[in-house]
Nanobody
Framework: QVQLVESGGGLVQAGGSLTLSCAAS????????MGWYRQGPGKQRDVVAV???????NYAESVKGRFTISRDNAKNTVYLQMNSLTPEDTAVYYC????????WGQGTQVTVSS
């Protein structure tokens, strides 16, 4: 079992920045890929960014150049640095870990005002 706890969400003005954190606990030795998904109002949950245990990253086209995912294996934590935020980034952001069983955090709200 893996437990994921997100933090760092909040309200920010367009053009601003936020950093999300996700701390993993439990069977952390089994974690391979970690990442972030988001679900906007009335939308499906979509991938934002993922990072492998080796540090390889992939991003959704809509966030490339603005968001950066990173991982501190010593702290069992994954981060999402979000810059140049727009109202379209408003969503609940979910942390994800794959062992290959999928685990999800409880979600953290990010609201970007225009």
């Amino acid at each position: 079992q893996v437990q994921l706890v997100e933090s760092g969400g909040g309200l920010v003005q367009a053009g601003g920045s936020l950093t999300l954190s996700c701390a993993a606990s439990g069977s952390i030795f089994s974690i391979n890929t970690m990442g972030w998904y988001r679900q906007g109002p009335g939308k499906q949950r979509d991938v934002v960014a993922v990072i492998s245990s080796g540090g390889s990253t992939n991003y959704a086209e809509s966030v490339k150049g603005r968001f950066t995912i990173s991982r501190d294996n010593a702290k069992n934590t994954v981060y999402l640095q979000m810059n140049s935020l727009t109202p379209e980034d408003t969503a609940v952001y979910y942390c994800y870990a794959w062992t290959p069983v999928a685990y999800w955090g409880q979600g953290t709200q990010v609201t970007v005002s225009s």
